[in-house]
C-alpha cells in the first residue's frame, strides 16, 4: 500500500504533464507566428542584456586585469618587501623557479626610481623648467621579458631594445605629452622626443645618455610609464652592488596542471617567503580594481535583473491574455475531467519555450558572436581594451534563472484563471 | 445511478439572490434516457450542470453512483467528472486548436492512455459515428452537426456511466439535429444513461422519461415508455 502511493504521484503526474505537454505543443503551433517571434525576440534581447551589460562592465577591469598579467605580472610575480630595497636570494630564486614544475618563463627586473630628462640641448633659458618626467627606470634581461610578455609587440614607434647593444632605451608611451595629454596633469611627461632622440637618465646621482630606441604603447601602468634598458645599462647606471633584482615575473606554462597558487606555494614550500612578496597574479591586482569589478558587477545585474522583470512581465501579460481569451476552453477542459494541474502545465511549458529558444539563440550569439568579436576588437578604454566576460557556469545560471523567473510568471496569470469557477468559465460569466 | 434530494440553486450579487432551482428530487435510473424540458429560464441547464458536478449546488444532495458529490474534493470531482461523466455541450465546445481526432483524445490522455492507445480509440470511436474522414479536421473545418458528433465522440470515448447533454440539437438544422438524436438513441439501446436538457419536443420522444421545469421546480412528469 505505502508503495503504491509514491506510484500512484508519478503516475499521475506524469499523465499531468504528459496533457500539459500535448496541449502547450498544439497550442504553441497554432499561435500567431509573428507574436512568437516577437515573443522569443524579448526573451533573447532580455538574456542578452543579462549577461552582456553586465559582462562587458566586468570586461572593463577584467580586460585590465587580463593586460597585466599578460604584459606585466605573468601567472605569479615576487616583487620587493616592504621595506627592503630588493628582493633577498635573486639567484636562487631564479635557479629555483628554472627547476621547477609548470613555470614556462621567468623575467628578472631590476628596478630604480629616476627621472627621464629630454630636449636640454634646446634648452637655451635656464630660467625654464627643464623637461623631465619621472619614471622607474627597469633593466631587463631582453630574451626573458620577450618570452614572457612579448614586450616588443607593443613598441608603436621605433623598435625594442637588443641584448647586443647599448646605450639605447625604450620609454613607455605615457611619459610622453603626445600620448598622455587625454589624462591631464596625472603624469609629468616629456615633450616631444621620438626614436633616435637622445634623452638624459638620472637614477640618484647618476647620470647617462640614452638614445631612444622605441615607444612602448600599453594601458597596464608598469609598461607605459616605466623606461625599460637593458640589464648591464641599468647595472652600470645604478653602480649596483648585488644582483638582487626588485621583480620576478612567473608565466605558468598554461597546459600544465600547476596552478599560479600552486607555484606560490611552492615558492614559499622552498623558503623564499621572507625573500620577496609571492603573490599571484590576481593577489597582486590593485584592490580598487577588484571592488570596481564587484560595483561594475552588481550595476550589471540590477541594469540585468531590471530586464527579467520587463521579461517577466511581458510574459505574465502574454499569458495572461492567452488564458483569459481561452477561459471558456480552460472550462471545458475542466469540465471534461482535465486537471488544474494539466492545465497549468501546459501555460508553464508555453512560457518555458519562450524563454528557453529565446535564451539558447541569446547563448548561441553570446559565444559564438558577441565573445569572439570582443576578443578580436576590444572596447577601447583609457585604463583597458575591455572585453566581454562570460564565464560558462555564471551564464548558465542567468540563463536557468530567466527560466525560473519565466516559468513563475507564466504560472501564475494562469493558476489566475484556472482556479475561477468551471461553470463561470464555460459560460463566459 | 442519480439521486437529487431536495437540491437548490440561487445565484447570489451584491443585493439580489436569484432562486433558479427550489428543492428538486430526482432520480435515474441506470440505463434510463430522461429528458429535461421546460421554458427559457425554467432551471433544466442550471438543474444539469449541478447533477454533472460542473457547478456547487446551494443546498440538497446529489448522490452519483453511492457517493455523495457535496462531500467530495475538487479534485475527486474531476476525477468523477473523467471517469464517469461525459458531457456534450450547445455549442460543441470543441477546442480550436486541436484536430476532431485530438479533441476525442484528450479524457483518454489525462485517464492514462498512452499517445497511440488515445489515438487508436479515438479514431475508432470518430469511425462509429460516421466521421472518419474527418480526424484531422480542426472544429473550424467542420460543419456543425460533425462537430457535435465529435463532442459525442469524445463525451463517449472514455465509457463514461452518465452522458450528460444540454440542449445538443439546439444549434443544428433538422437533419443534423435528427442525426444526434439517433445517435444517442443507439447509445441508450445499448444501455447507457443519458441526461438531455431540450426545448423540442420531437427530440424529447426518444426519451424514457421527461421531467418538465418551471420557475425551479418539477411541475410535470412523462413516462414514455
Known sequence: MSEDKPKNLSRKWSQVISVGWFLAFRQIKGSNKSTTFLIIFIMMLTFLNLVVVSGILVGLIEGGRVANKKQYSGDVIVTTLAGENNIKRTNEIESTLIKMSGVQNISTRYISSGQVEANYKTRRDFSTPKDIAGTQVTGINIQDEE????????????SFLNETESGYIVLGKNLLRRYSEDFGDVFAS????????????????NTKTFIVKGIVSSKVNQVS???????????????????????????INPNSKITPDGTKANLINAGFANDGKIQTAVEATPEF???????????????????????????????????VTRRKYIGIMKGIGISEKAIEVSYIIQSIFY?????????????????????????????????????IGETMFKFGLLLLVTLLAGY?????????????????? | MIKVKNLTKTYKTKDIETPVLRGIDLNVAPGEFLGIMGKSGAGKSTLMYQIGLLDHPTSGEIILNSKNTEQMSTEERTQMRLSELGYVFQDYALIPELTAVENVMIPLLMKGFSKSESCDISIKMLERIGLSHRVDNK?????????????????????????????????????????IIQLFKELHDKGQTIVMVTHEEEYAKYCDRIIYLEDGKIVREVKQK
Open chain 1, 289 to 323: 580594481l577588484n571592488q570596481i569589478r564587484i560595483a561594475f558587477a552588481l550595476l550589471g545585474n540590477v541594469i540585468g535583473l531590471i530586464g527579467i522583470v520587463v521579461a517577466s512581465i511581458t510574459i505574465f501579460i502574454v499569458i495572461f491574455i492567452n488564458a
Open chain 1, 147 to 158: 618570452a614572457l610578455s612579448g614586450i616588443s609587440n607593443y613598441v608603436d614607434e621605433g
Open chain 1, 225 to 251: 610609464l616605466r623606461a625599460f634598458v637593458t640589464k648591464q645599462d641599468f647595472l652600470r647606471l645604478v653602480d649596483k652592488a648585488d644582483l638582487n633584482a626588485n621583480e620576478i615575473a612567473i608565466r
Open chain 1, 190 to 205: 616629456i615633450e616631444g622626443t621620438y626614436p633616435g632622440d637622445e634623452v638624459k637618465v638620472t637614477v640618484g646621482k
Open chain 1, 355 to 391: 524563454a528557453l529558444i529565446g535564451g539558447l539563440i541569446g547563448l548561441l550569439i553570446t559565444f559564438v558572436l558577441l565573445v569572439p568579436f570582443f576578443d578580436a576588437y576590444p572596447l577601447n578604454f583609457p585604463f583597458s581594451d575591455g572585453i566581454l566576460v562570460a564565464p
Open chain 1, 412 to 429: 501564475i496569470p494562469a493558476r489566475n484563471i484556472v482556479k475561477k469557477n468551471t461553470l463561470d468559465s464555460i459560460l463566459g460569466r
Open chain 2, 139 to 179: 472544429p473550424g473545418q467542420l460543419s456543425g452537426g460533425e462537430q457535435q458528433r465529435v463532442s459525442i465522440a469524445r463525451a463517449m470515448a472514455h465509457n463514461p456511466k452518465i452522458l450528460f447533454a444540454d440542449e445538443p440539437t439546439a444549434n443544428l438544422d433538422t437533419i443534423s439535429g435528427y442525426s
